[in-house]
């Protein structure tokens, strides 16, 4: 005698009436009766990437207005994009955010592609980021996992493997509740439902639609789940940073290498970032100009993905003449909040200017 298979859960049965009353309203997900734009989509998803919801609201509301359509952000200069990136962080999204407008402009008509082998063929659209443009774009059903997701599936199935080990998991079964229709409701409904109910910490089990068919409420291990692997211990990097202004105010700023961390952004000219913390005297060979350099009180400390950044600052004022010595592009002071500096070079410029 075979084993009869388990009958699919009817997630979307029970999911997506919640979601009709209680989808929350973000700036780049269409009302009910809208059809989605899928340059807004696209836009919002990849902001979205490792970003909270309330710190990307205000650069999407801000890059839809400037560059309504995909066209109009492809012909724009990627110094521009770059800087109203500033402050996102993750900064090869931006390029790659570019990169893929002017693709999509230049080899599809300014059309997005509609199915997930095809988006994953431009710049920047991984697995994740595909799924949902097809799904929710144009309601392909295809099975869009995020960090919400994970959580609401680790949670109904009762998955007991650590991340990131139970991620194959997770995707098996998560495939198993994708919807033919309404595909793309259902992806939001389930990270929706993630950010609000399904928490990582005290989660709202008894106000679920899927109260009824969750494993782990059943067994009553929901605040439990996900179980994850141990972390490893995040290492520090030291360096320092030259501030460095000439007799008209302007500062002395570098751009940085095109790839890697923080690539094509701006910066506060800097030494290189090393295990081993170095004396003040070491920092001086990195000094763009040789003048008498003042060490500031205290240290901008800036944790990144992989490792934790320490760095000494240090501020001088030089002559004309030192300065046009000097290789980088001198920005007025009142232009910086404009510049493409990511978040740890305006910790700098703060404690550099402290008191000034």
Known sequence: MTKAEPRPLPVAKLLLPWYDRHARVLPWRARKGETPDPYAVWLSEIMLQQTTVATVGPYFKDFLTRWPTVEELAAAPIDDVMKRWAGLGYYSRARNLHACAVAVANDHGGRFPDDEAALQKLPGIGPYTAAAIAAIAFDRPATVIDGNVDRVVTRLFAIETPLPLSKPEIREAAE????????????????????????????????????????????????????????????????????????????????RVARGLLGGMMEVPTTP????????????????????????????????????LVLTVFTAEAKAREAASAEGIWTPPEELDGEALPSVMRKVVTLATEGL
């Open 273 to 308: 970032w090393v295990e081993v913390r170095s004396p003040d005297e070491a920092h001086m060979d990195h000094a763009p100009v040789k003048v008498k350099w003042r060490k500031r009180l205290g240290a901008v400390e800036h944790t990144f993905t992989h490792f934790h």
């Open 176 to 255: 198993t509740l994708t919807p033919q229709k309404r595909a793309g409701d259902f992806a939001q409904a389930m990270m929706d439902l993630g950010a609000t109910i399904c928490t990582p910490r005290n989660p709202s089990c008894n106000r679920c639609p899927l109260e009824t068919i969750c494993a782990a409420r059943a067994q009553g291990i929901a605040e439990t789940l996900p179980r994850r692997a141990p972390k490893k211990a995040r290492p520090t990097r030291y360096g320092a940073c030259f501030f460095v202004t000439r007799p008209d105010g302007a500062v002395l700023l570098r751009r």
